[in-house]
């Protein structure tokens, strides 16, 4: 149950990021400004990025 951290790509520009995965704010990609994941229900909801690898 340690999924804290999530390495994501953004699927517009494909840049990296690594977003908390319980994050109560909206993420943006750093790079093109698309919305990564919006905050549902007290975890991160990906809308824009794919997650890559879960970090603990
Ligand atoms: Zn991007």
């Not at 790079?31 to 919305?35: K, L, W």
């Given at each position: 149950m340690a999924k804290n951290f999530l390495k994501v790509t953004c699927k517009d520009c494909g840049s990296e990021a690594t977003i908390y995965s319980r994050s109560t704010s909206l993420i943006s990609c750093t790079?093109?400004?698309?919305?990564l994941s919006i905050p549902s229900g007290g975890k991160a909801n990906l809308i824009g990025c794919t997650v890559l690898e879960t970090l603990e």
């Open positions: 790079v093109c400004g698309a919305t």
